[in-house]
């Protein structure tokens, strides 16, 4: 079964998190000073509101000579730059697509000091505040060590036909950020890029001293106002980042402005990574009601879609509440927060799929039809199902793609398991999350606490037994099933790329051997 619902799809274009308006750009050199070396390849992708519009490339004669490792590292030989125009013959197209745009390179000093220092040899000014993609990497991937080109490549095993080509390399940057835009939401692309692009100004009532103990690392923040009220929680990999984002001078967010002005202080849970950081702030959301939160409070009631069959033999789809405590039948679909959601959805599968707004239930009296046809059917939105046109297997062949990508994730483990989350650079936020059925049940820090869940390790090479104590303990939360909990643990534990990328092991676990025997 498919999860594409889970935002899992491949990203097509950049988070809007990014500037609406990049130039992803990168040179070849013959050497590695500025002031002295000169550029013999520029290539460019040129991104607008997340779309890639277009890509650029010139060879650029140097009038210097090319050394020999930069042949051999680049494969650029003299013979490719002969005919190729001088800097300067290029420099008015090369500076109106950089114009209006934020500059983006990998090692962005690098490439942004070459581009300058020709243009003033061109008799141009040019200044730029570039937004660098090593440091996006380190600041959104901080588990990995190595953020160079090479490392990103190999880390998300992107595709590259010419290393060291400017086009190429171009292109990596391009890819490293779409898959940068699958994985995080818009708001930590866009802190992540703020941070690296300015420094927002704090919040009257907030001392700097706040901000500055504030860790460069995944967990979850807390925003108070001078009498200790609760007014946020939120989330990030990068802590620091991501609560300077809310003090934003554009103030994008009505709901930040807002806030900005109430906090005075601010408080912090780290965690070893973006998982236990998700996990934390949904359950802490709930626990601690904050004032300026609200997407994430608890549900008493999920809706689902429910499928059966008409006597003439179409499938009908109908929308119900479900019973929490075992939202995973096999004929349901979809899990949503309110009859309008799921209907929306609808509306949105039958334009998709030219389902029948009739067998739907969007239209008129669906179990009624008289053989008379839709009004979609009169557009030729609809082929006909509802007046015997098309027949029921056509039909229900497209109904079911349609909704099996909706289908609930069944539990692919026999058992509970336990999730290790390590965080590789400190040990001492590591930690044990029990989950059972979708159902997220503790965080633990002693291996033995397992047996007061009534649960035993099933394998023969146990974690660690001891786990130093996180700075504050999780909540225990209700068993009773979670919609927030379970998208974050089925986009985690069902993709394991994401699982690998944020170091999470899974264990197997058994009912205890003393309840066997009882």
């Not at 590789?424 to 590591?430: I, K």
């Not at 786990?467 to 909540?475: A, G, H, S, V």
């Not at 225990?476 to 170091?503: G, K, W």
Request: glycine content about 4%; charged content about 25%.
């Amino acid at each position: 079964m498919q999860l594409n619902w889970l935002d899992t799809e491949p990203a097509t274009s950049l988070s809007s998190g990014f500037p609406d308006k990049l130039v992803l750009l990168d040179c070849e050199t013959t050497g590695g000073k500025a002031v002295y070396h000169r550029i013999i390849e520029i290539g460019l992708l040129v991104i607008e509101n997340g779309v890639l519009i277009e890509k650029w490339q010139s060879f650029v004669d140097p009038q210097v000579a090319l050394p020999p490792f930069i042949q051999r590292l680049t494969g650029i030989s003299p013979a490719m730059l002969v005919g190729a125009p001088e800097f300067r013959d290029i420099a008015s197209v090369l500076l109106s697509k950089l114009e209006g745009r934020t500059l983006v390179a990998h090692n962005a000093r690098f490439d942004y000091s070459f581009l300058k220092n020709e243009f003033e040899r061109a008799g141009i000014s040019y200044n730029a505040k570039p937004l660098c993609s090593v440091k996006f990497s380190r600041n959104l991937y901080p588990q990995f060590k190595r953020h160079g080109l090479s490392h990103i490549i190999e880390r998300f095993d992107l595709s590259i036909e010419n290393r060291h080509r400017a086009l190429d390399d171009a292109e990596m940057i391009h890819q490293f950020f779409l898959k940068s835009s699958a994985l995080f939401p818009d708001q930590e692309i866009q802190a992540t890029c703020e941070s690296i692009l300015k420094r927002p100004t704090l919040p009257v009532k907030l001392d700097a001293k706040e901000v500055e103990k504030l860790p460069a690392s995944a967990g979850v923040y807390y925003f108070y106002d001078d009498k200790g009220t609760l007014l946020y929680v939120g989330k990030s990999v990068h802590i620091r980042n991501r609560v300077l984002s809310h003090f934003s001078s554009d103030h994008k967010n009505p709901k930040d402005l807002q806030m900005s002005s109430k906090i005075a202080h601010i408080d912090f849970t780290q965690t070893a990574s973006d998982f236990g950081a998700q996990i934390h702030e949904s359950n802490q959301i709930k626990v601690l009601s904050p004032i300026y939160n609200r997407r994430l409070r608890k549900i008493k009631k999920l809706y689902q879609f429910r499928t059966d069959t008409d006597k003439q033999g179409y499938l009908r789809l109908g929308i119900e509440s479900i019973d929490t405590e075992n939202p995973a039948a096999d004929e349901q679909f979809g899990l949503f927060r309110s009859p309008r959601q799921a209907s929306k959805k609808i509306e949105r599968l039958a334009d998709q799929y030219f389902l029948c707004h009739k067998l739907l239930g969007l239209e008129g009296d669906s179990r009624n039809s008289n053989g008379n046809p839709c009004f979609r059917a009169q557009l030729n939105k609809c082929f006909g199902a509802c007046c015997g046109r098309e027949s029921a297997d056509i039909y229900n062949q497209r109904m079911q793609t349609a909704l099996k990508n909706y289908q609930i994730k069944l539990w692919p483990y026999p058992n509970a398991i336990l999730v290790e989350e390590r965080d590789a650079q400190n040990p001492e936020l590591s930690c044990f999350h029990l989950v059972d059925r979708w159902r997220y049940l503790a965080r633990l820090t002693l291996i033995e606490d397992l047996y007061d869940y009534g649960f035993q390790l099933s394998g023969n090479q146990p974690p660690s037994q001891i786990l130093n104590p996180p700075q504050q303990e999780e909540p225990q939360t209700e068993s009773r099933f979670d919609l927030d909990v379970y998208f974050i643990l089925v986009r985690f534990l069902v993709d394991r790329d994401r699982a690998a990328m944020n170091n999470l092991q899974i264990h197997h676990l058994m009912r205890r051997l003393e309840e066997h025997c009882d």
